[in-house]
């Protein structure tokens, strides 16, 4: 006897054999395993997942369009696919993880070169101290120059904290602002826009194909094309007469920037000076010896902008981020080197 759609041997199909997605399930051929129709289930709740983005949920989507294209049901497949689903759901807090190590380790390194020439400088004003007490000069002399020593070591270390805040507050390869000071930029924005409707555009850049400069010309070589990118979108953003503009490096080859009163129409108009002021750069591969290994390299970036609206009153930065990235998506779905803006 022919069993109903989504019956299996283990039972019926969790929602019912009649439900449009057991028969999609069984007519695709999903094997009688309950794993398998578990992680799919999964899988398809985990696209209505407020808690994920819309990059994640696209991402997802695409997985189980690949199982069923694929009908590879095998016991590895399925390892592959929860190893797949859990790298989907985990990369936002893996990708944060990543740059607040590497945003560590520069710190680290910087505080250590600090501390270790304060110590000296420590050191000198012992000495110096020494020396003025021992002197034989009057006591008022002595005082004098003790306190020109403090007050030598206390500028120093005001400009060491200045220093420190800045490393704390930048990305250590391309100069821009990292993901805490973005997020602190949002925050002002969100408090510009609650207070007194000021509006705030966002454009959310991704250099494409970066993977393949990577790939090809190693990864030196695609860090000097961030800072040549980086240095880019800093320049023409200013040549566009915005002000207070701020640019971050959002991760990996993603940049955001930040354009305060700014709405989707003059959002959209400086996303577009910064896509034909990239498309018209023209980058020289050298190695570290200086030797060419290719002239005219020429890259694009895909643009998303996202604006503020009434409703983003409530969860502001996500929101903004959100409609951003989606029109982002869109872009580099279209074709790449493109602006798309995200709807009202």
């Not at 199909?13 to 449009?20: A, K």
Request: aromatic fraction near 6%.
């Amino acid at each position: 006897m022919k069993k109903p759609a989504g019956e299996t041997e283990m039972g019926i199909c969790l929602y019912s054999g009649e439900s449009p997605l057991c028969r999609m399930l069984a007519e695709s051929g999903v094997p009688a395993d309950p794993r398998w129709y578990t992680l799919i289930f999964t899988l398809r709740g985990l696209e209505h997942d407020p808690t994920l983005t819309l990059r994640q949920k696209s991402e997802i989507q695409n997985l189980v369009v690949r199982v069923l294209k694929l009908r590879d049901y095998s016991e590895a497949r399925l390892l592959e696919v929860i190893s797949q689903k859990e790298q989907i759901v985990s990369s936002p807090y893996r990708e944060k993880l990543t740059a607040l190590v590497r945003e560590s380790a520069a710190m680290v390194k910087e505080f250590g070169e600090l501390l270790g020439r304060r110590t000296g400088d420590v050191q000198g004003l012992e000495v110096a101290a020494l020396d003025a007490v021992s002197s034989g000069l009057p006591a008022e002399e002595v005082a004098q120059t003790l306190r020109r020593h403090f007050r030598a070591l206390v500028d120093t270390l005001q400009q060491d904290a200045q220093e420190l805040q800045r490393l704390a507050t930048t990305d250590p390869l391309t100069g821009l602002k990292n993901r805490r000071a973005f997020d602190a930029a949002l925050e002002e924005r969100r408090a510009a826009f609650a207070e007194r409707s000021e509006g705030t555009a966002l454009l959310m850049l991704d250099i494409d194909h970066f993977k393949d400069v990577n790939d090809t010309y190693g990864h030196p070589i695609g860090d000097k094309l961030l800072k040549a990118m980086a240095e880019r979108i800093v320049q023409t953003v200013a040549k566009s007469g915005v002000a207070d503009a701020g640019t971050a490096r959002y991760g990996g080859e993603e940049f955001a920037v930040i354009l305060p009163g700014l709405g989707r129409e003059r959002g959209a108009a400086v996303a577009e000076e910064v896509r034909k002021a990239v498309e018209r750069f023209s980058f020289v591969v050298r190695t570290s010896e200086g030797e060419v290994l290719k002239k005219n390299l020429r890259v694009s970036v895909s643009i998303g902008v996202g604006a503020t609206r009434p409703e983003f009153l409530t969860a502001f930065a996500s929101r903004l981020v959100d409609a951003a990235d989606t029109a982002l998506l869109a872009a580099k779905s279209a074709g790449r080197n493109l602006v798309v803006v995200a709807p009202d």
